[in-house]
């Protein structure tokens, strides 16, 4: 992807708008900064959609991986942003960095 892309993601007690310049973003830094909130946020939205409590904006589909299947979801995924949770083991692995290369 090329350019800016915004976000805007909001449930009835957080409210997260942000702006990325790459489609893989890994949430990291200090505990109690809101990482995992929004992580769940869109993991929630991923499932449920209009569903769920959550109201995400984007002008492309915003997807949550986790352990689980990951490769999978990263082999199916085009034109998508990618959020990941700086816990999620996978993202130190040779097999992580291999799968991205080609996003």
């Not at 959020?83 to 097999?95: A, C, L």
Request: proline content about 0%.
């Amino acid at each position: 992807m090329t350019g800016t892309i915004s976000i805007t993601v909001k449930n009835s007690r957080n409210s997260y708008q942000f702006n990325l310049k790459r489609n893989i973003t890994i949430l990291c830094g200090e505990s109690g900064r809101g990482k995992t909130t929004l992580y769940n946020m869109i993991a929630d939205y991923n499932r449920y959609g209009k569903g769920s409590a959550v109201k995400l904006v984007c002008s492309h589909q915003v997807l949550a991986l986790n352990n689980d299947n990951w490769q999978e979801k990263i082999e199916k995924t085009r034109d998508s942003v990618i959020v990941i949770d700086e816990d999620n083991f996978f993202i130190r692995s040779q097999e992580f960095a291999e799968a991205i290369k080609n996003i």
